[in-house]
Each structure stands twice: as C-alpha cells, then as structure tokens.
C-alpha cells in the first residue's frame, strides 16, 4: 500500500520555494527585526517583505497586514479586540451556526463577559440567508463575523452582499478566510470586508503563522500587550523565518489556475462514488458553491471513522481536523440539518495541488471493497 495524502483542508505540505525562503532567513535573519543594527536591518527588511506580498495577495495596503501565530489567534484578536474596543456594556456580535471552533469559543467566551451573540441558520448546503443577516442587525451590533468558506464542506458563504449590508448600518464585518485563501479569489475590496483571518499552513506555509486584515481606520484592542510590534498592534517579536515563508506562500497562493485541475479531479472523484455506491453516498454542502479541493460526502447508515480506519493509507477527516477521532455528528453537519444517520457517515476528502487521478482511483478502488 501507498500512502494518499487527502487531508489538504487540514494542513499542507510545505512548498519547495517556502522551505527555501526559510533556510535563507535561518542563516541570514537572525537579528530582532526592531533593531537598527547590521543584523536587525535584514530581518526586518523580509519582514516587510514579507507583509507587502501578503497585501499584494489580499489587494490591500501593507499596514494593514499583521502578522500571526495562525488563524486562530487572528480569529481571537478580530472578536475579542472588537469587543473590548467598542466601549459598549453588552456589545452585539452576529455568526453563523457553521462556524469553526475558532470562532464559536471565542464568542463563547466573550458572552461570559457580557457579550450578546445571534447565532444565524444555515440551510442544508451550509449557507447563510443574508436576509438573515438584515434582520438580526441591532443598534448594538459591532461586529458580523462569517466565514468565507467552511472547513468541512467547503460552502462558499456570500460574503461581499453580508458585508454590503453590515456597511450600509455601519457595522463591521470580519471573515475567517483560512480555508479559502490559495483556493478561491480573496481580495478583500471585492469581498469588502475590514477584517479578515488567513492561517500559512492551509497554503504551503509552516504551522505558526498567519496574519489579521484590518482596514485602516479601524480601531481593536491589541490580543497581545507588550511592546509596540507591529504597530503597536500586536506585541512580540516578529520571526524573520516564518513571516517570509509567509510571505512567499501568499506569492504562491495568488496563482489560482492550478485549482481548476483540482476541481475537475474532485468532480471525477464524485462522479466515481455516485457511480460505485448510488443513493447510499450523499454530498454535503452546496453543489456549486463549494471550495474546488473539498469533498464531504456521507455513507448511508456508515461511521465515517470506521472507514478511514480501514483504510490506513488514506489520510482524510471525518469532520473538521480539530474534531478528528470523535464518533459523533458534526456540529457543522447538525446545523445543516444532516440526520445522525447520514452525518455519522461523513467523510471530508480534500485535494491539493499534488493530488493526481491515480490516487483518485485507488481511493475509490479500495472504498469499494471496504464497504462491499
């Protein structure tokens, strides 16, 4: 057996260009970036470097990029800097029920410290009814928050008409991009958002990285205290290493031409499964609007784990990557109303820019004889 690496939603390999950038800064960017001297004045300069690929990516300024652990604590910093910025005793957040726990936990928290959360429906392929949105504005809202493209199904929300109607009330509007960026256009004048989450590891950068959109003019509380790093915006000091392969992956991640060779692998995978099982595999998520890479589908009456147990050289989820190992319906899967019959049996394949028709075919080939 060989091993199929079929899990792209949850983490990427490393590119080549990305693994070469970072063996240049190891040598050549160990100085602090904030320093002035012979060895700071390099690692900052592929810092900013690396910031104004970034904003070449997103279409937006380089001050307006701020670097990262990952799309987690970009996710925490938008929610809760926007919490603690808006001087409101209960301050009004609006979500959607199909988010990731990066969201969902932070909201959580914030509605301990007095927070109201709206939690919106989705349908049955995981979208949003913006006319949702409209209704469940307040003049106490601060901050919309949607996700771009969810990290199970692959639901593409419509983010630039919630955003046109935040806007025409004033309000701000956040969206986690951590799945879409690489995979669909992301410039965030299209979308018109003021802030936006993208996570390196999604798109060939190392785990530890990611970066926070803030339009300018737009006022948060810093998620780290400390000194004035990054503008004063978030506290630490910068890694040379990781912000430029940051900065080489969003560089890489502009060409988006290779995602339509995906998506017509992906279609092919589907049309397989429909042909091989029938009405005993079901899709999840929106038919068409839908990440190109993704594949939820479900196996009627099934466990999702148990399948993928038994078959050990394939590397897919059966759920979101934070959930693996749990045996019990996805809150991602319940929202869109999937029965536990169905949902139990959930398996997410997601390809990548490597993935190629052979592995399609023996993934395929072996889901035949492992449900025979």
Same mark, same amino acid.
């Given at each position: 057996?060989?091993?199929?690496?079929?899990?792209?939603?949850?983490?990427?390999?490393?590119?080549?260009?990305?693994?070469?950038?970072?063996?240049?800064?190891?040598?050549?960017?160990?100085?602090?970036?904030?320093?002035?001297?012979?060895?700071?004045?390099? +690692?900052? $300069?592929? !810092?900013?470097?690396?910031? /104004? *690929? %970034?904003?070449? &990516?997103?279409?937006?300024?380089?001050?307006?990029?701020?670097?990262?652990?990952?799309?987690?604590?970009?996710?925490?910093?938008?929610?809760?800097?926007?919490?603690?910025?808006?001087?409101?005793?209960?301050?009004?957040?609006?979500?959607?029920?199909?988010?990731?726990?990066?969201?969902?936990?932070?909201?959580?928290?914030?509605?301990?410290?007095?927070?109201?959360?709206?939690?919106?429906?989705?349908?049955?392929?995981?979208?949003?009814?913006?006319?949702?949105?409209?209704?469940?504005?307040?003049?106490?809202?601060?901050?919309?928050?949607?996700?771009?493209?969810?990290?199970?199904?692959?639901?593409?929300?419509?983010?630039?008409?919630?955003?046109?109607?935040?806007?025409?009330?004033?309000?701000?509007?956040?969206?986690? +991009?951590? $799945?879409? !960026?690489?995979?669909?256009? /992301? *410039? %965030?004048?299209? &979308?018109?958002?003021?802030?936006?989450?993208?996570?390196?590891?999604?798109?060939?950068?190392?785990?530890?990285?990611?970066?926070?959109?803030?339009?300018?003019?737009?006022?948060?509380?810093?998620?780290?205290?400390?000194?004035?790093?990054?503008?004063?915006?978030?506290?630490?000091?910068?890694?040379?290493?990781?912000?430029?392969?940051?900065?080489?992956?969003?560089?890489?991640?502009?060409?988006?031409?290779?995602?339509?060779?995906?998506?017509?692998?992906?279609?092919?995978?589907?049309?397989?499964?429909?042909?091989?099982?029938?009405?005993?595999?079901?899709?999840?998520?929106?038919?068409?609007?839908?990440?190109?890479?993704?594949?939820?589908?479900?196996?009627?009456?099934?466990?999702?784990?148990?399948?993928?147990?038994?078959?050990?050289?394939?590397?897919?989820?059966?759920?979101?990557?934070?959930?693996?190992?749990?045996?019990?319906?996805?809150?991602?899967?319940?929202?869109?109303?999937?029965?536990?019959?169905?949902?139990?049996?959930?398996?997410?394949?997601?390809?990548?820019?490597?993935?190629?028709?052979?592995?399609?075919?023996?993934?395929?080939?072996?889901?035949?004889?492992?449900?025979?």
């Amino acid at each position: 057996m060989r091993d199929i690496y079929l899990d792209f939603n949850a983490s990427t390999p490393v590119a080549p260009e990305v693994s070469e950038i970072m063996r240049h800064a190891l040598k050549t960017g160990h100085g602090n970036p904030s320093s002035s001297h012979w060895a700071g004045v390099p +690692a900052r $300069q592929m !810092v900013e470097d690396a910031r /104004t *690929r %970034v904003a070449d &990516l997103l279409g937006c300024s380089p001050r307006e990029i701020v670097f990262t652990s990952g799309g987690s604590e970009a996710n925490n910093h938008a929610l809760k800097g926007a919490f603690f910025a808006s001087g409101r005793e209960r301050p009004h957040f609006i979500t959607s029920s199909a988010e990731h726990p990066a969201i969902v936990a932070p909201l959580h928290f914030l509605e301990r410290l007095g927070a109201r959360v709206t939690w919106l429906p989705v349908d049955g392929t995981g979208l949003v009814d913006p006319g949702d949105l409209r209704r469940a504005i307040t003049p106490d809202t601060v901050l919309v928050s949607i996700m771009h493209a969810n990290n199970e199904t692959g639901t593409i929300q419509p983010i630039a008409e919630c955003a046109a109607i935040a806007r025409e009330h004033g309000v701000r509007f956040h969206t986690d +991009a951590a $799945q879409s !960026v690489g995979k669909i256009p /992301t *410039r %965030v004048d299209v &979308l018109g958002v003021d802030l936006l989450t993208m996570a390196g590891h999604k798109f060939h950068a190392p785990k530890g990285v990611g970066a926070l959109f803030i339009r300018d003019g737009l006022q948060l509380e810093p998620f780290i205290h400390g000194a004035g790093h990054e503008s004063g915006r978030r506290a630490g000091t910068e890694s040379a290493m990781l912000t430029a392969a940051l900065g080489v992956a969003a560089s890489l991640a502009s060409n988006l031409g290779l995602m339509e060779q995906v998506q017509a692998l992906r279609d092919r995978f589907w049309a397989a499964l429909e042909d091989a099982f029938g009405d005993s595999v079901v899709l999840n998520g929106h038919p068409e609007c839908r990440l190109p890479n993704t594949l939820n589908v479900a196996f009627v009456g099934c466990v999702g784990a148990e399948i993928l147990a038994a078959m050990p050289e394939v590397a897919a989820s059966t759920g979101s990557a934070c959930h693996s190992g749990r045996v019990e319906l996805s809150p991602v899967l319940e929202a869109m109303g999937v029965t536990p019959q169905v949902g139990m049996g959930a398996v997410r394949f997601s390809l990548g820019r490597t993935t190629t028709a052979d592995e399609i075919d023996h993934v395929v080939t072996r889901l035949r004889r492992v449900l025979s």
